[in-house]
């Protein structure tokens, strides 16, 4: 079949299938997110427009927010489906480079197909390359190595025979999903070859569920039954694995308290009385208690990121940590004991061997004796009286308004604390908290993405920093007809970074608006509202808490009934948190009163545990 590159590479994408966890079959690449310039319009575009009724095309207003919708898309679809993103050379794939970032860190599949400059190199420098003097093979492509799982470049139409089944095996493998970069010189693009037909054949791919090793399951299981006080902990693997219903009937089984960590939130019914919340930093008192008195902790699915673990201080000198991960790299970390293999099938395997065993009743029934202390809090800070609403308040509103089935989003600033310990889900998957890469600008963007995959309606909450470092995509939302709701949160500044850079002993300094530099009396301030109103969305504002009550259930309506973005924007507290009484490790130099602090933290920080 004589094809170009770009046309060979389009049917490939067709071609491929993909199975969800509930087992229907769908499209492994349901859409492509394009910017097109001169290194991909006539090459990829093309091809792309050929197959225009096939498979949509939406076209983005900045690569970086076009590329992070494509993350939310993976996320809202548990890594069952996958975004593709093109964009020209240069600083259009430049632009990219943050987003492969925050799939990376957040183990998430998307592919990236950013033009290169000519293979050829016979109209060499051409426009928006930059010459490398010392390497001529080298392009600004070459810097998202660093970011991807997979990278390669195209430099003849026949090498796709060779990387695409590497392509479909990095994006859909649980132990190595990730951004995957394929770099396409746009000579190369416009390529024929004679590719063979079976090349197109379509192709299911269905989740890898690798069973542990034995012996790795027979030790795992010999340490939990020797412990008096063991916790689970439950990550994003368990979520991806869809082992959550396989986790809770464990914890049930077994009688051991469950919390869950950042990508693992809303895995567990809020109400549950093995839930002791979430854990770490962002988490709740009422985990972290749990968490210093364990003997045994088994965490699922997850890498055990510093929020997670308070920077190693959550946990008892004396734990001993079991691991059960579809990756090795995450699973042998800080010397667990490592079991390696899908979550549900680990769970499976671990309980048949354990078999009728179960916990002293009295350690079983902490988990809701303590968060239902933190709940208690959370309902002091939902209720308190302030000028203009604090975050705690945006969250109780958004999650007592939220309908089952609602998918709710956030990613950087302040908000990440109060969403991952403050929501009360119902045990539905609904929450993507990126706080992997903790992006900037995600929120807007991945509400994008996740409101094209979720069936449900999708909230994102932000703050007003988040809002101004990437919005655009807001306007490709409300062009394309997709649908969700942002509540942007306007606290004059950086305020999380003002608490650290204060708490800490620093001085005020060039976070709040009041504390920058300027040559203006009065300076000016951004109109939110009429800026998200500019961009094609339905705006609603709000200025007390029972203002934002009826400004949310609004949005929520018109989002639905307009299907475009509905944006609510409400004035917000800029220091009135929810705090899970946890240690942070930053740096902090000698001469600033935190110092103190964090050499006492720092001398009960775990680094190698006795597996």
């Given amino acids: ?36 310039g001169h290194g991909n319009v006539l090459g990829l575009g093309t091809a792309l427009e050929e197959h225009r009724g096939e498979i949509p095309v939406w076209r983005g207003h900045t690569e970086q927010g076009m590329a992070l919708a494509a993350v939310g898309y993976a996320k ?9 993103v093109t964009s020209s050379i240069g600083p259009g794939a430049l632009n990219m480079v943050t987003a492969a970032g925050v799939a990376h860190a957040n183990r998430l599949p998307v592919l990236l197909l950013p033009g290169d400059t000519f293979a050829n190199r016979a109209p060499d420098p051409v426009l928006q390359q930059v010459e490398n003097f010392g390497d001529a093979t080298a392009t600004v492509n070459d810097a998202f190595r660093a970011v991807s799982r997979y990278f390669d470049r195209i430099t003849r139409p026949e090498q796709l025979l060779s990387t695409l089944p590497q392509v479909a095996r990095v994006l859909t493998d649980p132990a190595e999903a990730g951004p995957v970069t394929l770099a396409l010189p746009q000579d190369v693009q416009a390529e024929t070859y004679d590719f063979p037909e079976s090349l197109f054949v379509p192709v299911t791919h269905r989740l890898l569920r690798p069973r542990p090793d034995r012996r790795a399951v027979t030790e795992a299981a010999g340490v939990l039954r020797a412990a008096k006080q063991p916790l689970l902990v439950l990550g994003g693997g368990v979520r991806y694995s869809g082992a959550g219903r396989r986790a809770l009937d464990f914890a049930e089984r077994h009688g051991i308290p469950l919390t869950e960590t950042t990508a693992g939130r809303t895995l567990l019914p809020h109400e549950h009385p093995l839930n002791a919340g979430p854990l770490g930093i962002t988490g709740s008192t009422s985990a972290n208690v749990l968490a210093a008195e364990a003997d045994v902790v088994f965490a ?9 673990t308070a920077s190693w201080t959550v946990f008892s000198p004396d734990v001993r940590l079991v691991t059960l991960n579809a990756a090795r790299f995450d ?54 009286a302030f000028e203009v609403p604090s975050y705690a308040q945006v969250v109780g509103v958004v999650n007592d308004l939220s309908a089952a089935g609602d998918y709710v989003m956030t990613a950087s600033g302040g908000m990440p604390g109060e969403l991952i310990g403050g929501w009360r889900g119902s045990g539905s998957v609904s929450m993507d908290v990126e706080y992997g890469f903790s ?47 942002a509540v942007v949160c306007d606290n004059d500044g950086y305020a999380v970074i003002a608490r650290l850079q204060q708490g800490q002993g620093g001085k005020p300094f060039n976070n709040f608006y009041a504390d920058c530099t300027t040559s203006h009396a009065s300076p000016p301030r951004v109109d ?21 009550r009826v400004a949310y259930a609004r949005a929520r309506e018109a989002a639905v009934s307009e299907q475009r973005p509905a944006v609510v924007v409400v004035k917000t507290q800029p220091s009135a948190w929810t705090e899970a009484g946890a240690w942070w490790e930053v740096g902090v130099p000698e001469h600033l009163a935190g110092r103190d602090e964090y050499e006492r933290s720092k001398a009960g920080q775990l680094r190698y545990l006795r597996s």
């Fill in 1 to 36: 079949m004589k094809l170009t590159t770009a046309q060979a590479l389009v049917r490939w994408l067709l071609a491929q299938r993909s199975e969800t966890l509930d087992g229907r079959e769908v499209p492994l690449f349901p859409g492509v997110f394009a910017i097109f």
């Fill in 528 to 548: 939110f509202a009429q800026h998200a109103e500019s961009l094609g969305c339905t705006v609603f504002p709000a200025t007390s808490v029972e203002d934002l």
């Fill in 439 to 485: 992006c900037m600008g995600y929120e807007l963007s991945g509400a994008w993405g996740a409101a094209i995959a979720h069936p449900g309606l999708v909230t994102t909450l932000l703050g007003d920093g988040s809002y101004l470092m990437l919005n655009s995509e807001l306007f490709s939302a409300a062009f394309a007809g997709h649908p969700f709701v």
């Fill in 331 to 384: 699973a042998v970390k800080h010397g667990a004991l490592a079991v390696v293999g899908d979550a549900d099938a680990g769970l499976a395997d671990l309980g048949a061997q354990l078999e009728s065993w179960r916990v002293d009743p009295s350690w079983t029934s902490r988990a809701a004796a303590e968060r239902g202390k933190w709940d208690t809090h959370i309902d002091a800070l939902r209720s308190a």
């Fill in 76 to 84: 809202a679809t548990h890594r069952r489906q996958v975004g593709v």
């Fill in 300 to 308: 699922v699915g997850t890498r055990l990121q510093d929020f997670t």
